[in-house]
């Protein structure tokens, strides 16, 4: 059994023509440690993709069909106290604006410990500020002592990614779903919340959904990608094999796309 598993999803919001699809018959896999980049323009439907997964996405808003299933849960079977118990645990969500991801009243220690408070119960205060501090430095955070007693305005933007990486982790989960999260990040954080991420998949086996419209940074990290356009997923494969040698049209002008300078063979 695959670590996920998402077979034939339709999603269709309320507000839309009938005929439009945000989400238009996607399937796809992922086996524990994978990392699989989610690929193509805004409005492709890769967010809405991985708000289904998470169960993010408010069910008054659209329509969903098909299945979801993490670990052999169901998802959209799922009620709502029982997705509390998944996401965060199983699985997690990193965001693309760590601005505005944080509580500004509170200090970053508390907030990056926060799901330790809902699934870790039983732990004292002393062990969950251990596994804040593990997951700080798990996440690159240099000085996680300092850091931890810090509010939110005091930390620079990739500080701040780096601690909502960190909240993600402390639980250990099985996924790890990112969202465009390098998109507000000069080149030289970005290279180094990459790393990060391939130590964190190398050491614990932690599954990754990469989502970005990025190919130079999917390139560097994913394993696999899928490219999707329209909803509907166009091409998939190795990612090597995908960039190097495009076959559907759509992904070939992704690639022709980017700056000569910034080819992969280059």
Partial sequence: ?????????????????????????????????????????????????????????PRWKADTEGS??????EIFDCTQEELNKILGREMSVVFQEPMTSFNPVYRIGRQVGESLYVHERGLSRAEKKDRVLKAMKKAGLQEPQEVYRK???????????RAMIA??????????????????????IQ???LDQLKKLNRE?????????????????????????????????????????????????QLVAAIPSRGRFDE
């Avoid at 979801?68 to 849960?73: E, K, N, S």
């Avoid at 909240?167 to 030289?188: F, N, Q, R, W, Y």
């Avoid at 990469?210 to 190795?238: A, P, Y």
Wanted: charged fraction near 20%; include cysteine.
């Fill in 191 to 193: 290279a180094r919340i």
């Fill in 68 to 73: 979801i299933t993490l670990d052999g849960t």
């Fill in 167 to 188: 909240a993600a982790i402390v639980t250990s989960p099985k996924l790890l779903i990112a969202d465009e999260i390098t998109t507000a990040l000069d080149v030289t």
């Fill in 1 to 57: 059994m695959s670590l996920l598993e998402v077979n034939n999803l339709r999603v269709h919001f309320h507000d839309a023509a009938p005929d439009r699809f945000a989400v238009d018959g996607v399937s796809f896999s992922m086996e524990k440690g994978d990392i699989l980049g989610l690929v193509g323009e805004s409005g492709t439907g890769k967010t809405v993709t991985s708000m289904c997964i998470a169960g993010l996405l």
């Fill in 151 to 161: 509010y939110p305005h005091e930390l620079s933007g990739g500080m701040l990614q």
């Fill in 204 to 252: 614990s086996g932690m599954a990754i959904l990469f989502i970005s419209h990025d190919l130079h940074v999917v390139n560097r990290l994913c394993k696999s990608v899928i490219v999707m356009q329209r909803g509907k997923i166009v091409e998939s494969g190795r990612t090597e094999d995908v960039f190097s040698s495009p076959q559907h049209a759509y992904t070939k």
